[in-house]
């Protein structure tokens, strides 16, 4: 069984940290964009965005506990819950920026949307990932490390010291 210093230990720092976002996050964004505009061809977008956010939140904090920042084991309903803020953030940003999009061009074709949701997700996405990286599992560390650091008291170990080299003088006073 790993213990949570050995995971403490293994967590990656941020660039490898920011690598494996993007590669998760951005995986599950992406998979997302097309799945938002599958699904908007049968219900309104702005729906179409709320559902797919929900279950992309809930894949991509599952693979950012186990993979990205090293937590080692499933996402806590904390976790979960302070992810579903970013993600709630995340999805305003996307719906911004297609209604900007929309009031902005009469009739944007199928690439400009891509483009301008991809982008938005990006933008977010990076604010997710100081968000996810300093608050959400950076707790889940400490905790790790807290734990690690009371569940077994060190002994203390005495050490003797040489007497200094080279002649000694004792000084008495009377």
Do not use: D, K
Request: glycine content about 8%; charged content about 10%; overall charge positive.
């Amino acid at each position: 069984m790993e213990t949570a210093q050995s995971r403490r230990q293994t967590a990656p720092g941020a660039f490898a940290a920011f690598a494996r976002f993007v590669l998760c996050g951005g995986g599950v964004g992406l998979a997302s964009s097309f799945a938002v505009a599958a699904l908007a061809s049968w219900i309104p977008w702005v729906l179409a965005n709320a559902l797919i956010t929900v279950a992309s939140t809930l894949l991509a904090t599952e693979l950012h506990a186990r993979f990205t920042f090293g937590a080692g084991g499933r996402a806590t309903w904390r976790q979960h819950a302070q992810s579903a803020g970013s993600a709630a953030a995340a999805y305003g940003v996307t719906c911004a920026a297609m209604l900007v999009l929309q009031q902005s061009v009469a009739t944007p074709g199928a690439v400009l949307e891509q483009v301008v949701y991809l982008s938005a997700s990006a933008l977010a996405g990076i604010a997710r990932f100081v968000v996810l990286r300093l608050l959400v599992f950076a707790r889940n560390h400490s905790q790790a490390a807290a734990t690690v650091r009371t569940a077994r008291p060190v002994p203390t170990i005495m050490t003797l010291t040489a007497a200094p080299v080279g002649p000694t003088v004792l000084c008495r006073t009377a």
